[in-house]
Nanobody
Framework: QVQLVESGGGLVQAGGSLKLSCAASGRTVGNYAMGWFRQAPGKERDVVAAINWSGSSTYYADSVKGRFTISRDNAKNTGYLQMNSLKPEDTAVYYC?????????????????WGQGTQVTVSS
């Protein structure tokens, strides 16, 4: 089993930055794809970004392109989401997920393991 724990969320003003971390334990996830999803109140859980096992291929939702960067450090068994130029509409609970295959997917049901989520609130 893989356990994922997110950290780094919080309250930030519009235009600010946050960096989320996703620490994996239980087994190495170096050959797993990882993704970041978010869910705002009353809305579905949507993909924000995804990355393949090596970090050589990434995906970004249109709403975050140019502002967010997904990365990973397989030596540390950790994934990251750098969020810059944050907007109030980025406010949501952010979830880290891992998929037990090397390639990523952009739908939530393709992921096998999930973290508990971390709240990101962007004030205007």
């Amino acid at each position: 089993q893989v356990q994922l724990v997110e950290s780094g969320g919080g309250l930030v003003q519009a235009g600010g930055s946050l960096k989320l971390s996703c620490a994996a334990s239980g087994r190495t996830v170096g050959n797993y794809a990882m993704g970041w999803f978010r869910q705002a109140p009353g809305k579905e859980r949507d993909v924000v970004a995804a990355i393949n096992w090596s970090g050589s291929s990434t995906y970004y939702a249109d709403s975050v392109k140019g502002r967010f960067t997904i990365s990973r450090d397989n030596a540390k068994n950790t994934g990251y989401l750098q969020m810059n130029s944050l907007k109030p509409e980025d406010t949501a609970v952010y979830y880290c997920a891992a998929r037990a295959t090397p390639g990523y997917r952009v739908n939530s049901y393709s992921y096998d393991y999930w973290g508990q989520g971390t709240q990101v609130t962007v004030s205007s």
